[in-house]
């Protein structure tokens, strides 16, 4: 199972997502991460807390989701926030969609111990949620089940 997690950047929310799901998820789960309007590079400080927290870093890179017209994911997870205004890629296809919305701690501002502070929170929500969706008994739900469950999953 394939799961695209997309923002409209690509550089930071869908970019830790991808990371640390690929770092927990159990052989036969793979995450691919793509942007709307990609901004080409990836956020350090995004890099610098995923090899903080022991997680790979290689090949994640800012792209476009046409990326994957060849290989379509099963599921994709949005991760804008709409609550901050944020308009929310869409991605066209047979793919499962959900929507975890995430506040962006790329914009974070204060002191560096704040600013630090708003990318270890996203990163423990993204591991809360992630640990949630690959404990998911996938072979015994229908699709609206899954449905039902990563829309669940995208509220805690």
Do not use: Y
Request: proline share 6%; charged share 20%; with cysteine.
């Amino acid at each position: 199972m394939k799961v695209l997690f997309m923002c409209t950047h690509n550089s930071c929310r869908s970019i830790l997502s991808e990371a640390l799901f690929n770092h927990l998820a159990p052989d036969g789960l793979e995450a691919i991460s793509s942007g709307s309007f990609p901004s080409g590079k990836v956020n350090e400080r995004a890099l610098k807390t995923l090899e903080a927290a022991g997680i790979s870093t290689v090949g994640l890179s800012s792209k476009a989701s046409d990326a994957f017209e060849s290989s379509p994911p099963d599921i994709v997870i949005t991760v804008c926030d709409r609550a901050a205004g944020e308009a929310c890629p869409i991605f066209f296809g047979p793919s499962l969609k959900a929507h975890w919305g995430l506040a962006d701690p790329s914009v974070a501002t204060g002191s560096e111990a704040e600013i630090e502070e708003a990318f270890q929170t996203t990163l423990a929500k993204i591991e809360e949620r992630v640990r949630a969706f690959v404990a998911l008994p996938f072979q015994q739900m229908s699709p609206d089940e899954l449905k039902g469950e990563l829309a669940r999953i995208g509220s805690l």
